[in-house]
């Protein structure tokens, strides 16, 4: 299947006339009738050039992530003058991850492919015409499809962001992704007032924690939904404590106590869809007249379906969001992606965002944590320490 956004891997004409022997390990991107797309180049070198080891955690065929990803030794090229060589510190395993290895992303790298796509790396040197970043500056992704999971990469200058170094390892691992969805989506859909309310279900995911957190910085109250577990009173302390307003079961959702709930708060006038199926369609019927559900995930893998009368007694709005588009969007003027970031790195260094509940797991127990990331009720978000 063609995708518009497909990453393409092509060989570099000046490095590859060398040995292919070894493996990935630039990232470089282009422009496509308009679009950035992010390309994952195939560089090697012969033996004796001035090739330095890795390790990455490589697929060369989807399926099963446990049972594809390896840990393997790559070379990395030598750079160029717009290049970076980044020490990788830490990066997520996102659900986004899993599908594109399982080969079910909406994006998809050609292979072999380094995994991941989010993480903090650590500049350790710059080319002779790097001209935003230096040595020792933390950086972050800018688009998908980068190949977070390895040691060290060179970069060019223009796939990365530098951030504030002076935030928590897991925050800037963690920052890229979900935050950045938690606050477009607050902010792009409707003009949401301190005292207003917006409802999510999968509250205790990367991104529901973070609409938590900046929800409350901004006064707007959350209703949160979860699905029910054994611990749900001990999730739901915790999503309090956050600065969630109120944390209930899905099955809670269809019980007339929901008219209680709403003496305490007005109807949302947003709703944040994570889910999709049941769920998505029992938060519209709480939604405020004309207010909006944006859909920004999947995970129960059922179709979002829309009672009639939502639309025509209460007019709402059914939208999407993906942030990987955002970002594509926005890259020829990087303003309000810098500017996205520095309110957040100032929210995480108030102690308004924090990071989400995180593992922190040493490369070399990749299977371990790939396993654990794709078990349900997790509740925690698995972080590879290089
Ligand atoms: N559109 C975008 O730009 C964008 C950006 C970021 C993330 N996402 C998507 O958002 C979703 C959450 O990502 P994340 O990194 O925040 O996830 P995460 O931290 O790994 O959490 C996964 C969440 O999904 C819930 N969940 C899993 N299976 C479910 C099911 N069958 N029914 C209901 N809930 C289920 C989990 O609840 P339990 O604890 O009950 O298992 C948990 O709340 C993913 O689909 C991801 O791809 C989209």
């Not at 606050?183 to 007032?193: G, Q, T, V």
Request: net charge positive; with cysteine; proline share 5%.
């Amino acid at each position: 299947m063609w995708l518009p956004f497909r990453i393409v891997c092509l060989r570099s004409q000046t490095v590859c006339r060398r040995s292919f022997a070894a493996a990935l390990l630039k990232c470089s991107r282009h422009k496509d009738n308009g679009n950035v797309t992010a390309n994952v180049s195939l560089f090697s070198h012969s033996a004796g050039l001035a090739a330095q080891p890795c390790k990455a955690l490589l697929f060369r065929k989807h399926g099963n992530p446990s049972q594809v990803v390896q840990l393997e030794g790559v070379d990395l090229p030598p750079m160029g003058a717009k290049d970076v060589l980044v020490k990788m510190l830490a990066a997520p395993i996102n659900s986004s991850d899993i599908n594109m290895i399982q080969g079910t992303y909406a994006i998809l790298p050609d292979l072999p492919a380094v995994g991941g796509n989010e993480g903090v790396a650590q500049v350790i040197e710059v080319g002779c015409q790097v001209k935003s970043l230096k040595t020792g500056d933390w950086v972050i992704p800018k688009d998908a499809g980068l190949g977070t999971w390895r040691t060290e990469a060179v970069l060019a200058e223009d796939d990365v962001i530098s951030l504030s170094n002076d935030i928590p390892l897991l925050s800037a691992a963690t920052l890229g992704v979900n935050p950045c969805t938690a606050f477009r989506m607050l902010s792009d859909f409707e003009d949401l007032k301190p005292g207003d309310s917006v409802i999510q279900n999968a509250a205790n995911s990367g991104v529901g924690q973070a609409v938590i957190q900046i929800a409350a910085a901004r006064g707007i109250n959350t209703i949160n939904v979860v699905r029910d577990r054994p611990e749900f009173t001990q999730l739901s302390d915790r999503l309090k404590a956050m600065g969630g307003t109120h944390v209930i079961k899905e099955e809670a959702l269809r019980r007339p106590e929901m008219k209680e709930l709403f003496k305490t708060c007005p109807k949302p006038k947003l709703a944040l869809n994570g889910v999709g199926g049941k769920s998505a369609t029992e938060l519209l019927r709480h939604l405020q007249f004309g207010g909006s559900m944006v859909t920004y995930g999947g995970m129960a893998k059922q179709p979002v379906t829309v009672p009639v009368s939502a639309l025509i007694f209460k007019d709402v709005k059914v939208r999407g969001f993906w942030v990987t588009q955002w970002k594509r969007d926005h890259s020829s003027d990087g303003r309000a992606f810098r500017a996205m970031l520095d309110e957040l790195c100032h929210l995480i260094q108030q102690g308004k965002l924090t990071a989400p509940v995180c593992t922190e797991v040493g490369l070399r127990d990749y299977n371990k944590a790939l396993d654990t990331a794709m078990q349900p009720f997790t509740s925690a978000k698995q972080v590879l320490i290089m």
